[in-house]
DNA sequence: TCTGGGGTCCTAGGACCC
DNA sequence: TCTGGGGTCCTAGGACCC
């Protein structure tokens, strides 16, 4: 039996464990540039807010209805989320770190019997030591352990947890999860499933001649019909697998039109990719770098650029990346556009300690020790506190909108929460 | 004024090999 | 006159996930 854990508007809920202003309000937290809302609080979606709806569009009925507004702190998420993690290794040895909110664990070593309580076990501790609520789904497959989280999180008599034992017994749960909301099931298949063979549900999904649905899904929508009849075909991915691809872009705060600001832009992103693969310990020797216009102002020119190019040898040094991306950037400017996002993806990653040597290209890793010093230095005084000349300075203005920040509460020192103690011991 | 960022896997088709 | 069979690798595009 597997048991998938998902928290509960994570991001709304993180925001939630620091501000006491917010409990039972209505929440919305905000995507990067203050652009879309990417989570909501129950009082929120109550009141009608959909997710990804652009926030220039509800701010008036934000400003109506009290709900209350936070820029997305990953910084908090992320650190938040790993203590969920820790709490949720003392309920199994076998635990997939899925995504940010979610882990997969393995329960075969608890009796069927207990699975409940041993659920209700995890929820309550979760939310008692970390502040986040949690919704527990138990069942055969990773599949069913889905739906049968969205059953709990739907239903407030199950308290949260449900456990779905057999498929035969799941039948009525599963007419109640709609075609859409079954993982590996998205917009375009379920509008065909819809529209072709009359499947609304999971319950139909499940009896769907598979040869008829092979005609248009993939492997991988062969194995969600498998999945749902009970039949094990995702397994539990206990290691994490070394990263393919990495990259870094953002949105501008404001459109950019001149080759310098892009340039700095292009700087900075090519640093944290280099920070990140330094991080992971990979490095990587074929990068893309590119450009583009907003994607909804139809009034304005449209315009992609791709550039790419590929070091001797594979590296995650700073100096070498971002120098070869901005040379990119000279190749493939076009001037006369406004530009709203840029970046750089690396591709065909390695492990740091294999990296293939070029047999012309003398050794030398004066380089690594610098960016060594580099990370320290910025780890132990704060980001940037040394950075390469063709970064910005800070606060510039086509930096993404960040209005509503709430603090590093639990990852810097300046931003902890201050407590005020106001009774006396006599 | 204003719409995120970061990933994975699969498939078909083209270019190439013998 | 007549033109097979069996592969690999790469890429772009499309689906999916959070």
Known sequence: MYALVDC??????????????????PIVVLSNNDGCVISRSQESKDLGIKMGAPYFKIQ???????????????????????????????????IEDYSIDESFLDLSDIPNKSLNEHGMDMKQTVYKWTGVPVSVGIAPTKTLAKVANHYAKKNSFTGGVFVINSVKEAEEILKQEAIEDVWGIGRQWSEKLRWKFNVTNAYELSQLDILKARSFLNKL????????????????????????????????????????????AVAEYATRAA????????????????????????????KYSYGVFELDVATNNTLEIVSKALETVDKIWSSGYVYGKAGIMATDLEEEGNVQQNLFIPLNNKNDKLMKALDVINNRFGKDCIKVGAMSKENNTWHMKRRFHSNRFTTNWDQLMIVHCISSVS
Do not use: W
């Open 8 to 25: 509960n508007n994570f991001y709304c809920s993180c925001e939630r464990v620091f501000d006491v202003e917010l409990r039972n309000k």
């Open 60 to 94: 008036e009925l934000c400003e109506d209805k009290g709900i209350f507004v936070r820029s997305s702190n990953y910084t908090l998420y992320g650190d938040m989320s790993h203590r969920i993690k820790q709490v949720l290794d003392l309920f199994s040895s076998n």
């Open 221 to 264: 929508g062969i194995h969600t019909i498998r999945e749902i009849n009970g039949q094990n075909c995702i397994e539990l991915e206990l290691e994490s697998t070394t990263a393919k691809s990495l990259m870094r872009s953002r949105s501008f705060g404001r459109g950019v039109s001149t080759k310098k600001e892009m340039k700095e």
């Open 275 to 302: 920070e990140k693969l330094r991080q992971k310990k990979l490095v990587a020797r074929n990068f893309s770098v590119f450009m583009r216009t907003p994607k909804y102002r139809d009034d304005l020119a449209k």
